[in-house]
């Protein structure tokens, strides 16, 4: 690996400069319930948060020490809880939740206690949420978890299975049947990088971005599960940390990584070369010596971080070499200092692009989203304004197919590419006329994705929402 040490000093030096763009977010509404009681590590009554779109309906899953609360934002102004699941460990002693979302099943672990892999029905929403599994057969405690959609594998990244499996650094499931995972292997060492654990991940088609604490950063080609091929690291970089999590580009450029350290900045990582994985970008949330960074993620050419005592913070990622700060919103009641409390979490995945927020001390925050195909007032990218980048997408929601009309010049340059919401492609087709008729494949999941047409002259995206 090469890096420029100078390059990148002059970067971390940069954000002041670059946050002119930044606006406060608009809040929308807020959920709290007084009554949870919150950990004894850090008062903490919350954690983590995920959305869903299911019937008709917009849904905020949000973790807390007592369990997973579905929160019904279909109207956003006036957010309330439309379901809750018990945790099966639940109290003082719980910090940690994770979720992720398969097809129309939620899986949901926790890091603490008698705990188990919670598998959670959303079909029947929005009547009910149905536990179809509680088992701590194979997982007890898992502390963040990520789902291959494409490949139907559930990776639990801090492994803590049950006597038959052990503790692991990581291990992945089968999701073949969604309602019954089977333990595929665990992991400790790949080809030489060897790790204790791995904190969290990004996949994508079988290949894993991990991000190992302080063992830093490594990409892992997991096509065959039972041999996987080390792709590149990343041990040593500046502003480097603990390596807590980060989210791939949607062209697989570019992975964004947070150090969940004090004082280290978010970081654009080139991907692009595995033999000389590099940041080429840094920046932060502006504030104090303190500030630390959580769950960084991505949607269209934005991303989202969670900053724990700083809320909110939103990033333009059009130019992954000259990242701009243009929203930011201080969730956090808590005052600042060397510890953990604050934002846990953000989600912006929702259809209506409304954006979600999970404090650890104060619930649920609903934002205004950025704006109808990622090209909302704070974009530093224009779109043209002529009919050529023009197309109506129809039905919303859509059933079995997707009906696109073009409605401007240039049709048959067109590329349409249908993308999940962990922005892998699952569906790519030519535009050759003025109208096209995709045809939605059986297994995708319902939810929302995102329809990209490229042109010459630029690209759009539109969100849709899928309901078989």
């Not at 019904?72 to 910090?95: L, M």
């Not at 779109?383 to 409605?407: C, H, I, R, T, Y």
Request: charge should be negative; include cysteine; glycine fraction near 8%.
């Amino acid at each position: 690996m090469k890096n420029n040490m100078y390059v990148i000093a002059v970067l971390l030096a940069l954000p002041v400069i670059l946050s002119a763009q930044a606006q406060q977010a608009t809040l929308l509404a807020q959920w709290d319930d007084p009554t949870i009681i919150g950990s004894a590590a850090y008062n903490n009554r919350y954690n983590e948060v995920w959305s869903v779109a299911v019937n008709g309906h917009e849904y905020a899953i949000i973790g807390s020490t007592k369990g997973t609360h579905f929160i019904d934002v279909s109207n956003p102004t006036q957010p309330f809880e439309a379901a809750f699941v018990p945790g099966k460990a639940q109290g003082s002693g719980i910090i940690h939740r994770d979720y992720k979302t398969y097809k129309h099943y939620i899986y949901g672990v926790c890091d603490e206690g008698a705990s188990s892999l919670q598998i959670m029905d959303i079909a029947t929403l929005p009547d009910s949420v149905r536990l179809v599994s509680n088992a701590s057969d194979i997982i007890v405690t898992t502390h963040n978890i990520s789902i291959d959609t494409a490949k139907g594998m559930l990776y639990a990244w801090v492994f803590g299975g049950s006597d038959q499996y052990g503790y692991g650094g990581m291990s992945i499931l089968n999701l073949a049947n969604p309602e019954h995972p089977v333990f595929v292997k665990k992991y400790n060492n790949i080809e030489g990088f060897a790790f204790s654990h791995i904190h969290d991940g990004f996949v994508r088609n079988d290949t894993a971005y991990l991000d190992a604490g302080n063992n830093g950063f490594a990409v892992v080609d997991f096509s065959n599960p039972q041999t996987p091929k080390l792709l590149g690291t990343m041990t040593g970089y500046p502003g480097a940390g603990y390596n807590h999590s980060g989210w791939l580009s949607e062209d697989g450029q570019y992975y964004y990584m947070a150090d969940e350290t004090h004082g280290s900045p978010v970081k654009t990582v080139s991907v692009a070369n595995m033999e000389d994985i590099q940041v080429v970008d840094a920046y932060n949330a502006e504030s104090t010596p303190t500030q630390i960074p959580h769950n960084p993620l991505v949607a269209c050419q934005y991303l989202y971080v969670s900053y724990y005592y700083d809320g909110l913070q939103v990033y333009d990622v059009s130019d992954p070499a000259n990242v701009v700060r243009v929203l930011y919103y201080d969730t956090s009641t808590e005052p600042d200092g060397n510890n953990y409390k604050g934002a846990w979490g953000v989600n912006p995945f929702l259809p209506s692009g409304t954006i979600l927020v999970a404090d650890m001390q104060n619930g649920l925050f609903v934002f205004q989203g950025i704006g109808d195909g990622c090209t909302g007032p704070v974009s530093k990218t224009a779109v043209p304004k002529n009919s050529e980048l023009s197309f109506k997408v129809s039905p919303q929601p859509a059933g079995d197919v997707l009906m696109l009309e073009w409605q401007g010049e240039q049709a048959s340059t067109a590329q349409v590419t249908l993308l999940n919401s962990n922005m892998q492609t699952v569906l790519q087709q030519r535009l050759e006329t003025s109208t096209m008729v995709l045809t939605l494949p059986e297994q995708l999941a319902n939810g929302m994705y995102f329809l990209k047409v490229q042109t010459g002259l630029g690209a759009v995206v539109r969100k849709v929402l899928i309901q078989h």
